[in-house]
Every structure is written in structure tokens, then in C-alpha cells.
């Protein structure tokens, strides 16, 4: 049987990427992010004893981070930046570094954050449908509707874009 | 299961994916393609959106929790010890104030007693001989010859310990006799105040004080006692 610290220190080294990397595209700013994923692990220590089963150990931390990040929108002390694509592009280290993955990387900035958020769920997170739905608080055709159109404006964006770069090209 | 439905899975369903969509993919060309093209732009979106983790992340959580364990650690010493302290101080000032008179030396004692409740002045005769002989029964003792009559007897405390406390007569007015059970002495201690005199000295049970007024003989007194009290 392991104890607090052991377990919290397997949860820290598991899913510390996977929550930076969620909170970073969910605040769009690095700093901002790093002080939501401590303050997840903070909370995830205190509440660690109501977390029975370890394989849904990163949806309750992901469910976590979203309501700290939730709740920072409640403290009006501190102003957090919406972060603009050009800026969080350049204080966000990024492993991909290709233009294609920059372009990428615009175009999931562009869209409505409706529409973001459950994508980001689903290709971050791994998530279903139906825990989407569900940390959401939506209905699961809700859900498909919003994914389907995340997709439909990234690949609108990315032809736009791809029109651009062959018409510079010509 | 038809084009629209497999391509609505395909954007949406992730993994989620039946017989019915393994059947469908291997039949429709297009849509096998469609398919092909969903899981490479998954895998672009997926690989364009992985960021690098600050190395020292991991470090300041676990490091910052274990700070606020030690903290906790030790605030929950603290009030550990404080209550240890609480619980020590309040025995001690307990034993303090139940064994206070029992620190004080038996000398002290017996001094502080007659300065304070017994008196030299005669009080007696006004205890009934039956009530003399059984009051010295109860300390296991009986009284004849020289010492009597006896003038008063009753029981007192010194020291928080049951006493017998008997007058007689002496040469100079009454002499009160302290019969302490409990508080056996080795050899004769004396006692000098400012209006009488006295000795404590060991008898079979405890000890005896003899107190009277300045000049009396107490040793004679003390000799007198030996022989005159028996001890059952």
C-alpha cells in the first residue's frame, strides 16, 4: 500500500506534461500555466484520499485544472492576458518547430474556444465523446457538432492559408 | 453503416470505432481515404500542440508540497508539544497544590500549626474520657500514669496526614502532644518560635511533637512520653 507521498509523486511525474501542455493552449500563456498545474497538484494533494482508482487519476486532474483555471476569472486582482497568437508563439517552447506546425498551431488559435476546447480534449487528452460531454457539462451531439466544426474551420483556415503560400509562390 | 455516418465517427469518435466501421472503411474506397487523411491531420494536430514541459516543473511541485508537509509537520509538533507542555504544567500545579503542605518540612509544619491552630492556652478539660480513650485507639495507642489527666484530644492534620493531637499538663501550663503516624523521624529534631518550644522525636508510630512554653522541659517531657504511652 502506497503512501500520500509516493502516490502523489507518481501522479506528478505521470501527468505534470500532459496538464502543462493542456494548460498552456487552455490559458495561452506559459507562466499562467505553470502556476495552474501547481495549484492542481496542490488541490489533487489535499482531495488525493478521494481519488480511489488511478486510471481516472488524470480526468479528475484535468477536471481539476479547468476549474482552477475557472476560477482565476473569479479573482479580479490579476489581470491574465487572452494572449496574443504571435507572442504566446514565442514564449511557448514548442517541440515541433516547423512551419507546418506553426501554421497549425495559428489556426487552432484562430478558432471560436466553443470549438477549441473540445478538440483539445480530444487530441490532448484523449478523451471520448462522452467525457467530453461530460467535463464540459454539454450533451454528447452537442459535443460531436463542436468537434466536427473545430475541424471544418482548421482545415477552412489551413486552405486558406495553403492558397495563400501557392499564390506568394507563383 | 453509410459514408456520412463512418465520416462523422471519423472526425468525432477518435478511437471509438466498431465492426461496423472496420467493414465500412475496407469497402469504400474514398471513405478509407477520408479515414487516412483524418489520422495524419490528428497526428500533425497532436504533434504541433505537444510543448516542453519547464524542466524544473515536476522539481518545484513535489519540492513545494513537501515544504508545505513539513510545514504541516511541524505545526502539528508544535501543537504537540504544547499540549505535552499544557498537560505537564497543569499535573505539576496540581500535585503542586495538593502536596504543598507535604513539602513543607515537618518542622515547619508542626510550627506552622501551633501558630496558626493549636493553641497553648488550656482548652480542656472538656473531652469526655470515653472519647480521650478511643480517640487514642483509633492511632493504636493507650495512655497511663504520669501524663494523665488528659485535658483535650482531637484529631488534626499535619501535612495533609491524619494527626492526634493531645493536651496534658506540663510544669509551665498545657503542653500539646502531636502524635504524626505518617511522618516518622530518625532522632529529635528541635523547635524554637518565639512564644514556645517544642521537639519532634520518633516514637513507634511516626513521631511525637512536644510542644510548650519556653521552659519547659522537654526532655523530661519526651521521657515521660516513652513511658507512659503503649503502643498496639
Known sequence: MWNRESRF????????????????????????A????????????????SLRDEKAA??????????ENARRFERPRFEY????????????????????AFVLRRALMQIDESYREPLLLQVLAGYTCKEIASELGVSQSAVLSRIFRARQKLRDILDDNQECIEVKQI | MN???FRRIT????DDHDDGFSQHRSGCRACAQFYEETQRFNGRLEQSTRVRTPDDLKSRILLHQSMRLEKS???????QYTL???????VGLVIGLLHDNNRMNLQEAVINYVATGGTLESIGPDTKAGDIQSLLTEFGMSMSGELSPVLHAERCQIRNKKSLLVQVEGRHGPVMLLFMPADPVSEPIAIEAAYFSGLIAPCPKGSVAIIGKKGEDLKALQKTVAESVEWF
Not at chain 2, 505535552?84 to 497543569?90: E, F
Open chain 2, 11 to 14: 472526425l468525432t469518435g477518435y
Open chain 2, 84 to 90: 505535552v507542555a499544557t498537560v505537564l504544567l497543569a
Open chain 2, 73 to 79: 509537520y511541524r505545526r502539528m509538533r508544535n501543537v
Open chain 1, 34 to 49: 505553470e502556476d495552474l498545474v501547481q495549484e492542481t497538484f496542490t488541490r489533487a494533494w489535499k482531495a488525493l484520499d
Open chain 1, 58 to 67: 488524470k480526468g479528475w486532474l484535468i477536471t481539476t485544472l479547468r476549474r
Open chain 1, 9 to 32: 509523486t507518481v501522479l506528478v511525474n505521470a501527468y505534470t506534461d500532459d496538464l502543462y501542455r493542456y494548460a498552456v493552449w487552455l490559458c495561452r500563456d506559459p507562466a499562467v
Open chain 1, 81 to 100: 492576458s487572452q494572449g496574443d497568437p504571435d507572442d504566446y508563439a514565442d514564449s511557448v517552447e514548442f517541440y515541433d518547430t516547423s512551419t507546418d
Open chain 2, 3 to 5: 459514408c456520412m455516418d
